[in-house]
């Protein structure tokens, strides 16, 4: 067979998964692989080093490559803007502006962004609906020197979310999902009964040069986070 | 600079961050950027690649390569063995058989599955422990026909987790994570109040030939998923 790399990387994964390579064995070297599939090294180069970041192989410079023993596999998270979820799921999207405040932010907020206890911050508060339901709501803090303009950003028009990804772009930052009950006052803002389950994504963004924001998102019950591996 | 396609990866992104090259723009073509790093155009090509599978850009067969507008961004998720997952926080890990029944699976997972409702089935529940503490209750159903040999697996001695990856690896599935409150039987295995908030993990895999297993693994209060983007 000769193709692209992907043929490659079809084949080589379609041998691990029917055993003919089993896992923790050894597999032929580039050269040979080169030389049977037909094509350059740097194709079947190129195949392995994605079935390694996918975790089915590992590869040692000296020792070659082997076919994982037990495969960690992962998974690809996409992270689209509220809308876009929102839209995503067929429903219409919008978004109300709930209150903004500037001041110090809770110490929970700063410390995992790494800031100053008095750095200079504007909280926003948001709520999503989709189509006439509630979606979720975002408790943001957002960290002036790192989204300069921020507080002049017209919030009743465009939502921080969106604001943000244009105008203060992160390039690293942390997610993290957890399961809580709703408090009366969320309760109330998301349609359910106090002490329903919600699930709750917090997420801590850095910019090129300094923090930009720390968002909890607290989704309506019902919500859920899906995943293709 | 001369490097490797990391290297390439790496300045390429500096510019996108720095705003040099902003959202939307259109950057030199691959033969240009070879020109001015002074490596192979393969090697700018597989930085490029990079870069557009995280997001950061959009390329066209003839349109060439842009920032993209709104980065959608992506997280890895590594998908570990149960055990490794409790060992990975510093704990001890412990699995306890609860019980094991063969026969027909609930409605929602040989639908979930793909499979006929009289499918031959075993369901198992187990329970995990991190040092003393319970960490996750595992409930399963796995597809015989999918994992020849399972119903003679000892799984007081290897967990199911554990002896399904080693005897009958998935090549594709789903993953979901939701927030539910804990039902006083799954509380009381949890050790937590009955309506506490738990993460649930349903994931569904499919082998090569044939779908393998249904898990609902409800996490102890206090659990949480967390990913770096």
């Known amino acids: ?66 076919v994982a023993a037990a495969p960690q596999r992962r998974a690809r998270l996409a992270i689209p803007l509220i809308r876009q979820e929102i839209e995503a799921g067929g429903h219409a999207a919008a978004h109300r502006l709930l209150g903004t405040a500037p001041g110090p932010a809770p110490a929970a907020v700063t410390a995992a962004l790494g800031l100053a206890a008095d750095a200079e911050m504007i909280q926003v508060r948001t709520l999503w609906r989709a189509d006439e339901r509630p979606f979720a709501v975002e408790d943001r803090w957002v960290n002036l020197s790192g989204a300069p303009g921020f507080d002049s950003a017209p919030l009743d028009r465009i939502s921080a979310n969106e604001w943000l990804v244009r105008h203060a772009p992160f390039s690293h930052g942390t997610l993290e ?40 998102l607290s989704h309506a019950p019902g919500h859920s986070l899906k995943l293709e591996i």
Do not use: K
């Not at 917090?202 to 968002?215: I, L, W």
């Open 1 to 66: 067979m000769a193709g692209g790399w992907q043929d490659i990387r079809d084949e080589v994964l379609r041998r691990i998964q029917t055993r003919r390579w089993p896992p923790g064995s050894q597999i032929p070297n580039e050269a040979e692989l080169a030389g049977e599939f037909g094509v350059a090294r740097a194709t079947v180069n190129r195949a392995l080093q994605a079935l390694a970041e996918d975790g089915w192989l590992e590869r040692r410079r000296r020792a070659g490559t082997r």
């Open 177 to 216: 999902y957890a399961a809580e009950t709703a408090e009366p006052e969320l309760a109330d803002l998301l349609g359910c009964a106090p002490g329903a389950p919600v699930l709750v994504l917090e997420r801590h963004t850095f910019g090129p040069s300094a923090p930009v924001t720390f968002m909890r």
